[in-house]
T-cell receptor, first 114, second 113 residues
Framework: NAGVTQTPKFRVLKTGQSMTLLCAQD?????MYWYRQDPGMGLRLIHY???????AKGEVPDGYNVSRLKKQNFLLGLESAAPSQTSVYFC?????????????FGPGTRLLVL | AQSVTQLGSHVSVSEGALVLLRCNYS??????LFWYVQYPNQGLQLLLK??????LVKGINGFEAEFKKSETSFHLTKPSAHMSDAAEYFC???????????FGQGTRLTINP
């Protein structure tokens, strides 16, 4: 049981390049989330999904797209990377119970955009 | 709408001293509250959560938090700090569509030998 895994761990991009971050979970969770973490700002929600085939915008969705084609995977795409997207990205998943359900986090992807 | 404020972006204590990390929340509905810990270069790990069963919540690694509705607070404490407690701590409140988490800005805890 690996929990939540993220690929890659670290990436350097040039402005304008594209990339996809992969999140996978093996806990059969319905809900999945993508956050970015920046110094002094906590974690901010980018996009989330409440089930296979569904996605929705979070607090800071601009410049990102997501897909949830399989229940266990949640992909985050950057079509044209900008230096403002330099950040640490975390994926999380949780069961579909009530508000008390715990979100489980992956180890993060550190992205540097030059 | 929910929000969380963590008082103090950086807290420093001596080894063996009391740890107190402050969290105040705002919520229009009965809140569910969480404390997560992040060790360097790692993801977030759940320390404890309040789910209305008891106002004093015990978590892992000797931490506990008390929910005080009248003060809208959920402060995190540990009686005796250990060097291994050095990390960043996040308070979060659950609410809104898809039961999203809203995080505070985090408090970095430093332990002095």
């Amino acid at each position: 049981n690996a929990g939540v895994t993220q690929t890659p761990k670290f990436r350097v991009l040039k402005t304008g390049q594209s990339m996809t971050l992969l999140c996978a979970q093996d806990m059969n969770h319905e809900y999945m989330y993508w956050y970015r973490q920046d110094p002094g700002m906590g974690l901010r929600l980018i996009h989330y999904s409440v089930g296979e085939g569904t996605t929705a915008k979070g607090e800071v969705p601009d410049g990102y797209n997501v897909s949830r084609l399989k229940k266990q995977n949640f992909l985050l795409g950057l079509e044209s990377a900008a230096p403002s997207q330099t950040s640490v990205y975390f994926c999380a998943s949780r069961a579909s119970g009530g508000y008390q359900e715990t979100q489980y986090f992956g180890p993060g992807t550190r992205l540097l955009v030059l | 709408a929910q929000s969380v404020t963590q008082l103090g972006s950086h807290v420093s204590v001596s080894e063996g001293a009391l740890v107190l990390l402050r969290c105040n929340y705002s919520s229009s509905v009965p809140p569910y509250l969480f404390w997560y810990v992040q060790y360097p270069n790692q993801g977030l790990q759940l320390l404890l959560k309040y789910t209305s069963a008891a106002t004093l919540v015990k978590g892992i690694n000797g931490f506990e938090a008390e929910f005080k509705k009248s003060e809208t607070s959920f402060h995190l404490t540990k009686p005796s700090a250990h060097m291994s407690d050095a990390a960043e701590y996040f308070c979060a409140v659950s609410g809104g569509g898809a039961q999203k988490l809203v995080f505070g800005q985090g408090t970095r805890l430093t332990i002095n030998p």
